[in-house]
């Protein structure tokens, strides 16, 4: 909180910190830390050469919140997988879903990144498996709506799946379309009243896109960034996570 209070707005830096992460997560951060604090008078006796490790001995949050933070990713890693588990039985049989859960979880960055911290990553991976599970049940798919809002706001790049999923309901579930505009709505109404009242537009900084790179005269820049996207040692999508591969494939 004082690091947001200290924050100059108009920097997409500071902006990325109103996404939806900290809401979505203070219940299991809270329940962590009241773990620990029921904890403490049996682990108040230990020591660690680990900061964080021994902050978390002491109850004291302010050094043992990565522990924290770790242990909530993790669950919020294990809730996707689950839900992976879930729809691929759909379609498969159960040892196969099981294959596809642990390719998901340790063939990808998914547990080493964002099963590693409160990043945007591992919320939005969950909120958008919720959607995906729900747009497979007809009786279901207007509540889609409702996580699909909710994964924009914790990262703007899901947009590409709210534009998506949004034309499969129009396309396949008429009926239903306006109701999965209503689960959407409470969100997006609150996500943009903050940022006008905050920035003053309907979106924060780091929620607008950029046109620059995109032109006709940036195709050559684009493709390097592609490329880089796609095989950069650093960053690489197939060099991280080669079983991809198998995606193009198929």
């Known amino acids: 909180a004082y690091e947001i209070y ?21 219940p299991l ?12 008078p049996l682990l108040g006796g230990l020591h660690s050469s680990y900061a964080m490790v021994e902050g978390f001995f002491r109850a004291d949050y302010d050094a043992a919140h990565p522990v924290i933070e770790q242990v909530v990713a993790s669950v919020l890693l294990a809730c996707s997988a689950w ?21 998901f979880a340790f063939g990808t960055s998914a547990y080493s990144t964002a ?42 790049t899901a947009f590409v799946a709210v534009v998506v999923f949004t ?10 379309f306006v109701a999965f505009l209503a689960w ?10 903050l940022n006008r009242a905050m920035f003053g537009s309907w979106l924060a900084p780091y929620f607008q896109p950029g046109a620059q790179g995109y032109g006709p005269r940036d195709v050559g820049a684009f493709l390097e960034a592609f490329a880089g996207n796609m095989i950069s040692p650093s960053r690489g999508l197939f060099i991280f996570t080669p079983v991809f591969a198998l995606a193009v494939w198929g």
Not at 29 to 40: D, Q, Y
Not at 118 to 146: N, S, T
Not at 184 to 193: E, M, S
Request: net charge positive.
């Open 29 to 40: 951060i809270g329940a962590a830390v009241a773990g620990m604090n029921l904890l403490h």
């Open 115 to 156: 099963g590693r911290g409160l990043w945007q990553h591992g919320p939005c991976m969950l909120l958008l498996l919720i959607a995906f599970y729900l747009l497979e049940d007809p009786k279901l798919v207007a509540r889609a709506g409702l996580p699909l809002a909710l994964a924009y706001t914790t990262r703007p």
């Open 83 to 103: 839900l992976v588990i879930l729809i691929a039985r759909r379609y498969v049989e159960e040892r196969h879903a099981l294959l596809l859960a642990a390719l």
């Open 184 to 193: 959407a709505a409470p969100v997006a109404i609150g996500f943009l009243v």
């Open 167 to 176: 034309l499969y309901v129009a396309r396949k579930h008429r009926t239903r």
């Open 6 to 26: 200290q924050c100059d707005w108009s920097s997409d830096v500071c902006s990325s910190d109103l996404a939806a992460v900290p809401i979505l997560t203070a």
